[in-house]
């Protein structure tokens, strides 16, 4: 926790849902960065952290962890680690005493994960305790019935090493009895996986299928499974499914995920950040054409928000806007360096650290970011920080003598952890499946292409890799939001559902009945939200099926309308004092009345706490907070009776606390200060909010520092090495006149916000709010997806700049001018809505034709 600087121990911090389900007290970073050590010549530090490993580490703790991530973060580690042990103890200078001990708790912990493939079909349950194992009382798992693709998929490589270091086959036996078993379910004639399967039926419970989340490192450990263990058939099931990722999802520069039964469509209209491994792996693939393409575009949509953000759209606006420090992109990077020599990419990786250093680099480490738009920070540095965005880009700047290894001789797995390639030839009892007659059809190049040589590849011509990028160059400044409004107007000139939405009742019963006529179930969520989704396939007949999904189009309006209407997006409190210096930005909440700081420049000041601490009535404190930025505490009085406190004793700004102890903009939803009901003109200043771990982190500056000084802004300002010196401005006034270059930045920063503050909504709903989810058989059409993200129609209806004038035309224009201009479309065919009900009956019994040969 770099902001905290404290360790995150599970169970000790308020819950994050699943993304804790990688802590197994099992001191997951230091195992996860052992061989990082190795690489980057740390050889002491090394054997030091082995140490510290083999003595305190417990991998018997009564804790529920993910089976996926503690088999790639630790079995992973504890691989790696014994990998360069043996490497270095050879060596004979390193490592003397070493005895396989690292070896011997990867075994153990190995052991412990076995009972999560008792199932019929052999994929591994999502989680295990790893004291009572699966299904015991004590276990509280083991009722689960849905694991990811790659959950399931991505064992082959630690489960093999780990078998044939050891001699013990139960471990590869059981990753490749969970391979086959997906290889056996994936679609038959599109050849794509879903994203989610039941690992008791084998059923699709997911049908979306692309390269990123929930699928990822399947496809990467098919691929690497040849590699590391020769075995032909997982290069053959890598072709065929990388036949049809080329066929279907990759629409270059974009990876945009289809159904698989309906591959030709498009099941939503953003991009994850999990897929930009993918260049990476089709350099190893040795396809890079495409690389080179995907790999550009992801740098311009970095280029214009720093990082990539979590989910970003066609028309590459932020979708999520989290960035936890993910390494993909320095890993495609370190990739197509390798494999073109283009001191391009060493470019392109000076500007990943640069932006580390300048946007997430804090006191205790590197903080995720929270908010590419605002440069929030989020209290947590992820282990893969370590295992790879260290390695890579480290990996990417040295030269051969700067390793003290010959890093070819060994292949990374997901988590960069090193495997050696020698593993190939021992111990290779394992039977191999003979599945080869099932492979047909696959053009032979896709097999030649295996391994790239540059050499072969593009002889004498330096330039290939620049004249691929070339053409990409304004791909992401030049987009416009795509034409999906179309088929929204569509549905409005259509009929009309036989139920609004806007008159819709939850409580209605009559109106729960047209609901289920149309298709369309209601599921409470524990939040008291209502989710709707519709499923085409359980409506009372095809017409039906259509009322349903105008319905679902109105209702993702009115959702849209309502959110942006309820809520505004973050703002940032960044402690700019020493040792700070900017480095610490705290996500904070605005108000609905004060200074709107999105439309003025930012306020600077050092903090006061106001006295009494909940400034509920006059400050008894005017002196200290005058002229400077009040702490109050939040409760006992509405928020605007605060601010007018603050003010009248002369602060220049205020920020509440939460009083909630232990809350945190992690866990729970941001929101904004509403005003008392009464007109609120009267307050001037600029008022935030914070939860109280945020808060705690500026009181503890207090105590230590005594003078902290902060900046109110709707985005971090830019800081700079030179920012350490700076004299600091000690008023408002000064800092608001440092430079009209500032200025300028942050009135553009505004629009940003501006434009993209709807986007923020789909982040933070309230409880109240309605939220609409996975439309199935209509998610064949492109508006299905805009369900998790509402934005879509406000967005397309809201166009800016210079793509109103172009969009407006098209609109004008006829259908399939528009897939004819790059500019407007990326990817396939917005299809008339027409020719989608044309279609649905034909749809609809392919779809259960599709559903029985599964069965
Ligand atoms: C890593 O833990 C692994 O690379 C995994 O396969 C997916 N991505 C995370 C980091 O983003």
Redesign the pocket.
Known sequence: MPLTCRGRVRGQEPSRGDVDDALGKFSLTLIDSLDTLVVLNKTKEFEDAVRKVLRDVNLDNDVVVSVF?TN??VLGGLLGGHSLAIMLKEKGEYMQWYNDELLQMAKQLGYKLLPAFNTTSGLPYPRINLKFGIRKPEARTGTETDTCT?CAG?LILEFAALSRFTGATIFEEYARKALDFLWEKRQRSSNLVGVTINIHTGDWVRKDSGVGAGI??YYEYLLKAYVLLGDDSFLERFNTHYDAIMRYISQPPLLLDVHIHKPMLNARTWMDA?LA?FPGLQVLKGDIRPAIETHEMLYQVIKKHNFLPEAFTTDFRVHWAQH?L???FAESTYFLYKATGDPYYLEVGKTLIENLNKYARVPCGFAAMKDVRTGSHEDRM?S?FLA?MFKYLYLLFADKEDIIFDIEDYIFT??AHLLPLWLSTTNQSISKKNTTSEYTELDDSNFDWTCPNTQILFPNDPLYAQSIREPLKNVVDKSCPRGIIRVEESFRSGAKPPLRARDFMATNPEHLEILKKMGVSLIHLKDGRVQLVQHAIQAASSIDAEDGLRFMQEMIELSSQQQKEQQLPPRAVQIVSHPFFGRVVLTAGPAQFGLDLSKHKETRGFVASSKPSNGCSELTNPEAVMGKIALIQRGQCMFAEKARNIQNAGAIGGIVIDDNEGSSSDTAPLFQMAGDGKDTDDIKIPMLFLFSKEGSIILDAIREYEEVEVLLSDKAKDRDPEMENEEQPSSENDSQNQSGEQISSSSQEVDLVDQESSEENSLNSHPESLSLADMDNAASISPSEQTSNPTENHETTNLNGECTDLDNQLQEQSETEEDSNPNVSWGKKVQPIDSILADWNEDIEAFEMMEKDEL
């Open positions: 991530e790639i973060r790659a991505t990822d490192s999990l491994f936890p993910r390494p993909e992820d893969f790879e997901t988590e």
